[in-house]
T-cell receptor, first 116, second 111 residues
Framework: GAVVSQHPSRVICKSGTSVKIECRSLDFQATTMFWYRQFPKQSLMLMATSNEGSKATYEQGVEKDKFLINHASLTLSTLTVTSAHPEDSSFYIC????????????FGQGTRLTVV | DAKTTQPPSMDCAEGRAANLPCNHSTISGNEYVYWYRQIHSQGPQYIIHGLKNNETNEMASLIITEDRKSSTLILPHATLRDTAVYYCIVSESYNTDKLIFGTGTRLQVFP
């Protein structure tokens, strides 16, 4: 089946630095990808919709200048957490769906970000 | 906001069927019912989805009521590895349609 892969799976960074997370669709082209954030014991919260070749669409309350999204190709979207702070520590997950109707979404394995 | 309501937790004995309910009374005609599960510290795993007919695959069965306002996910023979949070989501099915997660049901399978 289709696979969505994230890298890295775990990252620790210093406060004030930026971190880039990659999301790849391995066996299908994804014109749209989605980024989620999950805090401990909470559900997934949609952050933004990543659109190939155009600007991302951010959910209400998500700072677009802090969470930079680039979707430069049909198989790769990146999320950059800029000037990270400890409160940005979270589990970040991406997903994508095949083009067409009646399709399911596939999720990456997630990236655990810890800001120290 | 999520358009589904699920019980926060359920228990099930190993080897028995686990029946997880979901209410989606405001579902529209174009929306599918999707089920995912998330095991601790992993990305969600797709289980099954359906529009109006009952569906079955190697993992589970999905029973959707005739009025489509509720559904039940059935794991026929639960194992300890089925312990996870199960999410029921309604969404249209195009690749541009986002999935909004509710709080899900935490299923605990015990020996």
């Amino acid at each position: 089946g289709a696979v969505v892969s994230q890298h890295p799976s775990r990252v620790i960074c210093k406060s004030g630095t930026s971190v880039k997370i990659e999301c790849r669709s391995l066996d299908f082209q994804a014109t749209t990808m989605f980024w989620y954030r999950q805090f401990p014991k909470q559900s997934l919260m949609l952050m933004a919709t990543s659109n190939e070749g155009s600007k991302a669409t951010y959910e209400q309350g998500v700072e677009k200048d802090k969470f930079l999204i680039n979707h430069a190709s049909l198989t790769l979207s990146t999320l950059t957490v800029t000037s990270a702070h400890p409160e940005d520590s979270s589990f970040y997950i991406c997903s994508a769906r095949r083009t067409g109707t009646g399709t399911e979404a596939f999720f990456g394995q997630g990236t655990r970000l810890t800001v120290v | 906001d999520a358009k589904t309501t699920q019980p926060p937790s359920m228990d099930c004995a190993e080897g028995r069927a686990a029946n997880l309910p979901c209410n989606h009374s405001t579902i529209s005609g174009n929306e599918y019912v999707y089920w995912y599960r998330q095991i601790h510290s992993q990305g969600p795993q797709y289980i099954i989805h359906g529009l109006k007919n009952n569906e079955t695959n190697e993992m589970a069965s999905l029973i959707i009521t005739e009025d489509r306002k509720s559904s039940t996910l059935i794991l026929p023979h639960a194992t300890l590895r089925d312990t996870a949070v199960y999410y029921c989501i309604v969404s249209e099915s195009y690749n541009t349609d986002k999935l909004i997660f509710g709080t899900g049901t935490r299923l605990q399978v015990f020996p």
